[in-house]
């Protein structure tokens, strides 16, 4: 499978070259859409950018932005498909060959209706294709079944992550309830993550187990379904499946008999197979498994206080916590599996925490080489709640300068092998090293569940209303770097190391910024030093988007 979208680094645009470092005698310039006259852009369509020449062709949306000086960040995508080569300021390391693809919530309107929450928005891929020091931008809409019909109806036609689609009468709103105990009513609409498989393929994925979709790496296309062959059954599943060359590892909440399946899925097929299963110890539902962490031979069920509402899923408005309640009296619980057996190793109660995201996690040995216990580690927000409701877009939208952003940290679980009912919840180090500010995550993909230094995730300059730091966390030395631009939203760091690399850090950070004046770029940072090396800007702001992946050039 190629990883290129289709471009020679050479190819002339039809715009004169802008001069900047490395390239100027390039040719380099955004280039043209080029895709079937049949695909309808949402806006009227760029024809051409040039980042250093007074010609510049825009949308009357991308002018009212700038001109509002409103963030791209929570702002829909002005148009449906988009693909150009960009014009570097810096030098991009030569090394650096493959695409980077991010995925994320970037439509949050359809006809007159305007979603609320930043978690609803239709799926827009972003793909950043790196060769020979030339970058090459592409995005478009992920082609779910939601979002067609969304167009085709001019409304919401399927349940998202906190809308639910207005009905005409009673009798059609008993309709979606039934569909919704089927799933039939349930969004695949797959905006929060992007993986490669073991075999190759790619698939966008988010909660629901029916929003798994295969697209085209070369040109961000949607393929189709990811059709699961087995009899699992079930409505979700966890966004994050940890995936490796050799395996495909996943949770899956059992919302009637509270517990979570933990499933293996090998490379080439689509079938998941048990590997075992973690009963719920409290609450009257699974805690929501957004993601988990996995050591080099046990996998963490986390069970956390924030639990699966069936009740809220029913609900035609949203509450605060939308399809989740918070059952701090139900506790909060660590599961450590054997992966080999399926057997449960340890069950510990923990301090009450609440988290999107693990980091990683790793075994803890003794002097004989004996599996003590594990660590897992975590973007941990102090057991506060508030940072879902505070996603809402409104909220993103209407910032006034005051500090709002909830405090978040490393959290770090300490799990023992030796039978003890507890495990630890500490800090991994000072959150004031990172602005109290600590989510999307990324690490050295060679260090999955092993002992590891480094961290790459978004924190916070405070005052702020949401992560604004790019910031590496230096876990030995207890210490983080931070980048920082005024004004700009950064979106996940991703390292990529560098090839026959020995060190941990020696690679890039690939992220997204939103900066201050509607507009946006694509960032390298030298993973090593933490500066930045190259930046390319981007036609238009583009919305915030959620998680990434690598895919290198075959």
């Given at each position: 499978?190629t990883?290129?979208?289709?471009?020679?680094?050479?190819?002339?645009y039809?715009?004169?070259?802008?001069?900047v470092?490395?390239?100027?005698?390039?040719?380099?310039?955004?280039?043209?859409p080029?895709?079937?006259?049949?695909?309808k852009?949402?806006?009227?369509?760029?024809?051409?950018?040039?980042t250093?020449?007074?010609?510049?062709?825009?949308?009357?949306?991308?002018k009212?932005?700038a001109?509002?000086?409103k963030l791209a960040?929570?702002?829909?995508i002005?148009?449906?498909?988009?693909?150009?080569?960009?014009c570097?300021?810096?030098?991009?390391?030569?090394?650096?060959?493959?695409?980077?693809?991010?995925?994320?919530?970037g439509?949050?309107?359809?006809?007159?209706?305007?979603?609320r929450h930043?978690?609803d928005?239709?799926?827009?891929?972003?793909?950043?294709?790196?060769q020979?020091?030339?970058?090459?931008?592409?995005?478009?809409?992920?082609?779910?079944?939601?979002?067609?019909?969304?167009?085709?109806s001019n409304?919401?036609?399927y349940r998202?992550?906190?809308?639910?689609?207005?009905?005409d009468?009673?009798?059609?709103?008993?309709?979606?309830?039934?569909?919704?105990?089927?799933?039939?009513s349930?969004?695949?609409?797959a905006?929060t993550?992007?993986?490669?498989?073991?075999d190759?393929?790619?698939?966008c994925?988010?909660?629901?187990i029916?929003g798994s979709?295969?697209?085209d790496?070369?040109?961000?296309?949607?393929?189709g379904?990811?059709e699961?062959s087995?009899?699992?059954?079930?409505l979700?599943?966890?966004?994050?499946p940890?995936?490796?060359?050799?395996?495909?590892?996943?949770?899956?909440?059992?919302?009637?008999?509270?517990g979570?399946?933990v499933?293996?899925?090998?490379?080439?097929t689509?079938?998941?197979?048990v590997?075992?299963?973690?009963d719920?110890?409290?609450?009257?539902?699974?805690?929501?498994?957004?993601?988990f962490?996995?050591?080099?031979h046990?996998v963490?069920?986390?069970?956390m206080?924030?639990?699966?509402?069936a009740?809220?899923?029913?609900?035609?408005e949203?509450t605060?916590?939308?399809?989740?309640?918070?059952?701090?009296?139900?506790?909060?619980?660590?599961?450590?599996?054997?992966?080999?057996?399926?057997?449960?190793v340890?069950?510990?109660e923990?301090p009450?925490?609440?988290?999107?995201?693990?980091?990683?996690?790793?075994?803890?040995t003794?002097?004989?080489?004996?599996?003590?216990?594990?660590?897992?580690?975590?973007?941990?927000?102090?057991?506060?709640?508030?940072?879902?409701?505070?996603?809402r877009?409104?909220?993103?939208?209407?910032?006034?300068?005051?500090?709002?952003?909830?405090d978040a940290r490393?959290?770090?679980?300490?799990?023992?092998?030796?039978?003890s009912?507890?495990g630890?919840?500490?800090?991994?180090l000072?959150?004031?090293?990172?602005?109290?500010?600590?989510?999307?995550?990324?690490i050295?993909?060679a260090y999955?569940?092993?002992?590891?230094?480094?961290a790459y995730?978004?924190?916070?300059?405070?005052?702020?209303?949401?992560?604004?730091?790019?910031?590496k966390?230096?876990?030995?030395?207890?210490?983080?770097?931070?980048?920082?631009?005024e004004?700009?939203?950064?979106?996940?760091?991703?390292?990529?190391?560098?090839?026959?690399?020995?060190?941990?850090?020696?690679?890039?950070?690939i992220s997204?910024?939103?900066?201050?004046?509607?507009?946006?770029?694509?960032?390298?940072l030298?993973?090593?030093?933490?500066?930045?090396?190259?930046?390319a800007?981007?036609?238009?702001?583009?919305?915030?988007?959620?998680?990434?992946?690598?895919?290198?050039?075959?």
């Amino acid at each position: 499978m190629t990883s290129s979208f289709p471009f020679s680094p050479t190819r002339n645009y039809g715009l004169p070259s802008c001069m900047v470092s490395n390239h100027a005698s390039d040719g380099c310039s955004f280039g043209q859409p080029s895709f079937p006259k049949n695909k309808k852009s949402r806006e009227l369509n760029i024809v051409s950018v040039a980042t250093d020449l007074p010609m510049v062709v825009q949308s009357p949306l991308w002018k009212e932005v700038a001109q509002e000086r409103k963030l791209a960040a929570w702002t829909s995508i002005q148009q449906e498909r988009w693909e150009g080569e960009l014009c570097v300021n810096g030098e991009i390391p030569q090394w650096l060959n493959g695409t980077y693809l991010r995925n994320g919530p970037g439509l949050w309107d359809i006809g007159d209706y305007n979603f609320r929450h930043l978690f609803d928005g239709y799926a827009t891929l972003v793909g950043l294709h790196f060769q020979n020091g030339h970058l090459m931008m592409g995005h478009r809409q992920i082609e779910s079944d939601a979002y067609k019909a969304a167009r085709k109806s001019n409304k919401l036609c399927y349940r998202e992550f906190s809308e639910v689609p207005k009905h005409d009468n009673f009798l059609a709103y008993i309709g979606d309830l039934a569909n919704l105990f089927s799933g039939a009513s349930l969004t695949d609409n797959a905006n929060t993550g992007v993986v490669q498989l073991g075999d190759g393929r790619v698939v966008c994925l988010t909660e629901t187990i029916k929003g798994s979709i295969v697209i085209d790496p070369s040109n961000l296309d949607t393929l189709g379904k990811f059709e699961y062959s087995d009899s699992l059954g079930g409505l979700v599943h966890s966004a994050h499946p940890i995936v490796t060359q050799s395996e495909f590892l996943t949770l899956l909440p059992d919302l009637l008999n509270p517990g979570y399946l933990v499933a293996r899925m090998e490379p080439g097929t689509n079938e998941r197979k048990v590997i075992g299963r973690v009963d719920c110890r409290g609450g009257p539902s699974p805690g929501w498994v957004h993601s988990f962490p996995v050591t080099e031979h046990y996998v963490i069920v986390p069970e956390m206080p924030l639990r699966y509402c069936a009740q809220n899923l029913l609900r035609a408005e949203p509450t605060p916590l939308y399809k989740f309640e918070w059952h701090p009296e139900s506790k909060a619980f660590m599961h450590v599996m054997c992966k080999a057996s399926g057997k449960l190793v340890a069950s510990v109660e923990v301090p009450l925490f609440v988290t999107f995201h693990f980091i990683n996690a790793y075994e803890e040995t003794d002097e004989d080489g004996r599996v003590i216990g594990v660590v897992a580690d975590c973007c941990e927000h102090n057991a506060d709640t508030t940072i879902l409701d505070n996603l809402r877009l409104q909220n993103l939208r209407s910032w006034s300068g005051e500090d709002v952003l909830p405090d978040a940290r490393v959290g770090r679980f300490k799990i023992p092998f030796d039978g003890s009912s507890n495990g630890e919840l500490v800090e991994a180090l000072n959150p004031d090293e990172h602005g109290r500010g600590m989510d999307m995550c990324s690490i050295n993909p060679a260090y999955l569940g092993k002992k590891y230094r480094y961290a790459y995730a978004c924190g916070a300059q405070r005052p702020c209303n949401f992560p604004n730091t790019l910031t590496k966390i230096d876990l030995e030395k207890k210490k983080a770097k931070n980048w920082y631009d005024e004004g700009a939203v950064p979106s996940e760091p991703f390292f990529v190391a560098r090839p026959g690399a020995t060190k941990e850090d020696d690679g890039v950070v690939i992220s997204m910024i939103s900066d201050k004046n509607g507009e946006g770029y694509a960032l390298i940072l030298d993973a090593s030093t933490f500066e930045e090396i190259a930046r390319a800007k981007f036609p238009y702001g583009l919305p915030y988007g959620l998680h990434g992946c690598w895919v290198p050039k075959c």
